[in-house]
């Protein structure tokens, strides 16, 4: 069972506008959340994270949403650019008893922008 | 810093043969991951490391894979023998300890003849 959901697989937007990617968690243990974001050929990056003890973190271009009380989070892109144009993964992490946070990942919403 | 180096980053291979994927974490890292990414399961975690230790692999699918770090630059995901199924690519992560974010490598994509 799915315990980080993305619900859409692709999002086509307009240069400019905004970019709206969703994800949601089942698990109320979770403290920490990231996006991650991959181009085709290459690994993830990190892009974006934030606590369970805020709701809202922003980083230029990028904002993270986090309603804890509905297990949901999502990330802004405003505005969006075509190279934006990635796969953007969803991840919660709580921390593991070995000493390392260990993330689940959504499987991924890929985030076309046209020009 | 040259990130996370993986190798090889294309590997074919017919069922039955024996596939080594290889990973050099970021030099000072002290956590390292093994990832598999498919269509259908997105991207799971195998295996992690701490200072080398393998502190959990209940990630990995069955008995035909393996990992090792022998030191703090080197890890191995072995598996043997192959099948079709284990087509996918194959991601290392590593990260600085009690450290959220990780930094993965390239990727090993794999296929199973």
């Known amino acids: 069972d799915q315990q980080v959901k993305q619900n859409s697989p692709s999002l086509s937007v307009q240069e400019g506008r905004i970019s709206i990617l969703n994800c949601d968690y089942t698990n109320s243990m979770f403290d920490y959340f990231l996006w991650y974001k991959k181009y085709p050929a290459e690994g993830p990056t990190f892009l974006i994270s934030i606590s369970s003890i805020k709701d809202k973190n922003e980083d230029g271009r990028f904002t993270v949403f986090l309603n804890k009380s509905a297990k949901h989070l999502s990330l802004h892109i405003v505005p969006s650019q075509p190279g934006d144009s990635a796969v953007y993964f969803c991840a919660a992490s709580s921390y593991a008893s070995g000493g390392s946070y260990i993330p689940t990942f959504g499987r991924g919403t890929s985030l076309i922008v046209h020009p | 810093d040259a990130g996370v180096i993986q190798s090889p980053r294309h590997e074919v291979t017919e069922m039955g043969q024996e596939v080594t994927l290889r990973c050099k974490p970021i030099?000072?890292?002290?956590?390292l991951f093994w990832y598999r990414q498919t269509m259908m399961r997105g991207l799971e975690l195998l295996i992690y490391f701490n200072n080398n230790v393998p502190i959990d692999d209940s990630g990995m699918p069955e008995d035909r894979f393996s990992a090792k770090m022998p030191n703090a630059s080197f890890s191995t995901l072995k598996i043997q023998p192959s099948e079709p199924r284990d087509s996918a690519v194959y991601f290392c992560?590593?990260?600085?300890?009690?450290?959220?974010?990780?930094?993965f490598g390239p990727g090993t994509r794999l296929t199973v003849l």
């Open positions: 992560a590593s990260s600085p300890a009690s450290y959220n974010e990780q930094f």
């Open positions: 030099s000072g890292h002290n956590s």
